[in-house]
């Protein structure tokens, strides 16, 4: 399964973006999901999960602000992000936890100015 992030990019202090993830080479299904991030000096962190059991979970840093999606008919994972702050900059991975494996994309930049 190949995992292909996009989405990222330069926003001020305030804006929104979406991010998707799509899946090639095997489904989503329902599947673990799940978005990490990577910010500068510190280490990669779940930042938004769709469980196995169809519940989400949100680090407490993104909660109300971030709302992690699927859509299995486009076989793509998003993670909507609202009102971001300068401290979600880092690099965005998706993963997806299937058969057993994990699978990661590449990652997308976000950078939040302030």
């Known amino acids: 399964v190949q995992l292909q992030a996009s989405g990222g990019g330069l926003v001020q202090a305030g804006g929104s973006l979406r991010l998707s993830c799509q899946a090639s080479g095997g489904t989503l299904g329902y599947n673990p999901i799940s978005w990490y991030r990577q910010s500068p000096g510190k280490q990669r962190e779940m930042v938004a999960s769709?469980?196995?059991?169809?519940?989400?979970t949100y680090a407490d840093s993104v909660k109300g602000r971030f709302n992690i999606s699927r859509d299995n008919r486009k076989n793509t994972m998003y993670l909507q992000m609202n009102s971001l702050k300068p401290e979600d900059t880092g690099v965005y991975y998706c993963?997806?936890?299937?058969?057993?494996?994990?699978?990661w994309g590449q990652g997308t930049q976000v950078t939040v100015s302030s």
């Open positions: 993963n997806l936890v299937r058969v057993g494996r994990d699978y």
């Open positions: 769709f469980r196995a059991d169809r519940s989400t």
